[in-house]
């Protein structure tokens, strides 16, 4: 057994890379994939994957874990509870949020939710800095070091009373972000548009959760992609654009790209799945898909689709936010709530891959190769993680073998805390059997193998997405504004 040249050798499957598929052995050696190609040497241990799909373990760009809100309420999952879940379905890496609430240090934050990742989670995670508190502390000094060491991107939002960041805020948060080399992304909605929405039909009587999708209006988030864009176009900061659900705003971000902006863009499962007629549920039914932005409408869907087609849209995430149906999650405010008092997020972590593998390779919706490119090779590449997202040698070992031809029913309940699914009783094709994380085996029939703690720290290094376009607005090019430095 001594001269065998691999540990594991998956054997005879189906390889399927973002630009291509082909017949090949794969060869792991530790924790790295060490060969790829037909008639490999022995491995110590043989997977037959014969009739199989390997492919990349699905990397989770935008996922909430263990994360208080900014209404004070703890998410149902633990990094334990969520990162099982996302082995579970496909996916080996996960991007959560080290999330700063007022009068919090983010050096402490970001110490805080690493201790806890590191006690509990079994996919290999990052952290996007969450900053809601952004004092001089944090602007001058913490977040450029944070952003140093390896944590490269910076979540902010435009709105929410407890979180949003102004105007001024927002410029400082991009400029600081610009110097130490990360990618800022933004939760885009207009504040305003928002709350006095919400409060007029609160006023009204129109309390049930159905009406929490009419007090987001698509307005509002047309608004704010379009201001975001001047901001980043005025600093030079490259952006992404959480959970787009507009076409609307699909458009201008289209358009800012054409013009050579370094503008990128998700969208989220629930958005290709679901539309706001799924909330005309009966009582407090529809509390449990509340999410923000909401739903919009099938038209919306298609353009959606359209721009994960084109490109315009780069990255297909979970945004798994987590809360229990019951008075610590959703029902928090009360057996009576309005819709305004009811958390907003879904689960998501768990079924995203098996959706989009339904869709996309079943159902003929952009195709293998694209699947693989937007659930795992670019997030990856995006977001820096390293040697993720991708088959080859080099490469971590985190491989999934799906059985494309597999019917499954999801079930009412997942494999996190949540209690309940919002896709329950739906019936997707094709599902993973084995997954495998850095070599070792995590999920092998429907089983967990993997131990809480097994997941990683991905420190990043600056990659692309964070590189400024060197395009300089009027008023910071010295050549345009009578000299001055202000960067």
Same mark, same amino acid.
């Given at each position: ?11 005879? !499957?189906?390889? *399927?890379?973002?630009? !291509? ?12 994939? *060490? ?26 760009? #935008? ?37 700063? #609430? ?6 402490? /934050?970001?110490?805080? @939710? ?10 290999? +995670? ?22 140093? $060491?390896? #944590? ?10 407890? /979180?949003?960041? =102004? ?20 939760? &885009? ?8 929405? !919400? ?15 009419? %007090?987001?209006?698509? *307005? ?24 787009? %659900? ?17 503008? +990128? &863009? ?8 679901? =539309? ?46 987590? +809360? ?7 029902? %928090?405010?009360? $057996? ?6 009811? $958390? ?52 971590? *070992? ?32 094709? +599902? ?9 085996? &995590? ?29 300089? %607005? ?9 000299? &001055?430095?202000? @960067?």
């Amino acid at each position: 057994m001594a001269d065998q040249a691999f540990d594991i050798v998956i054997r005879g !499957g189906t390889v *399927a890379t973002a630009d !291509g598929r082909f017949e090949a052995d794969v060869g792991l050696t530790g924790e790295t994939i *060490a060969a790829v190609g037909r008639g490999l040497a022995p491995g110590r241990r043989e997977i037959d994957a014969r009739g199989r799909l390997v492919l990349p373990g699905g990397v989770d760009s #935008h996922s909430h874990i263990e994360q208080l809100s900014g209404g004070g309420i703890m998410n149902a999952d633990t990094f334990e509870t969520a990162t099982r879940s996302a082995l579970m379905g496909g996916t080996t890496s996960v991007i959560s949020f080290a999330a700063q #609430h007022r009068g919090m240090r983010l050096t402490d /934050v970001v110490d805080d @939710y690493a201790a806890r990742a590191a006690r509990g989670a079994m996919a290999d +995670y990052a952290f996007h800095l969450m900053v809601a508190n952004p004092d001089r502390q944090t602007i001058e000094t913490d977040l450029p070091a944070l952003i140093r $060491a390896g #944590h490269r991107s910076v979540k902010v939002f435009m709105t929410y009373d407890k /979180v949003q960041v =102004t105007d001024e805020q927002l410029l400082d948060v991009l400029l600081a972000t610009r110097s130490a080399g990360g990618l800022v992304c933004v939760h &885009a909605e207009n504040h305003g548009m928002l709350k006095w929405m !919400g409060d007029r039909l609160v006023a009204r009587g129109y309390r049930a959760p159905k009406f929490h999708a009419v %007090s987001h209006p698509r *307005a509002a988030e047309i608004e704010a992609i379009h201001r975001l864009i001047q901001f980043s176009l005025l600093v030079d900061q490259p952006i992404m654009i959480f959970h787009v %659900s507009t076409a609307e705003g699909l458009d201008l971000i289209r358009k800012a790209r054409a013009e050579g902006a370094k503008v +990128y &863009a998700e969208t989220c499962t629930h958005y290709l799945f679901q =539309t706001m007629a799924d909330l005309d549920l009966p009582g407090l039914e529809a509390a449990k898909l509340l999410c923000s932005p909401p739903q919009r409408t099938p038209s919306d869907q298609e353009a959606l689709w359209r721009g994960l087609e084109l490109g315009d849209l780069q990255v297909l995430s979970s945004d798994h936010a987590p +809360y229990r149906f019951d008075a610590s999650g959703k029902l %928090s405010a009360g $057996a009576d709530p309005d819709f305004k008092q009811i $958390a907003n997020g879904q689960p998501g972590l768990q079924i995203r891959m098996p959706l989009l593998f339904d869709a996309m390779v079943g159902g003929g919706r952009l195709g293998l190769e694209r699947f693989v490119d937007l659930t795992a090779a670019t997030p990856a590449r995006i977001y820096d993680l390293p040697r993720k997202g991708a088959i080859a040698p080099g490469m971590d *070992a985190d491989i999934v073998l799906w059985d494309p031809e597999r019917k499954t029913v999801l079930p009412d309940a997942l494999d996190d805390n949540t209690g309940y699914n919002p896709f329950a009783g739906r019936t997707v094709t094709g +599902y993973p059997e084995l997954v495998m994380l850095r070599g070792a085996v &995590a999920v092998e029939d429907g089983v967990l193998r993997a131990k809480p703690g097994s997941g990683r720290l991905l420190l990043r290094e600056a990659g692309e997405a964070t590189r400024p376009t060197g395009r300089l %607005s009027p008023e910071f090019d010295p050549a345009h504004n009578f000299g &001055a430095d202000l @960067y």
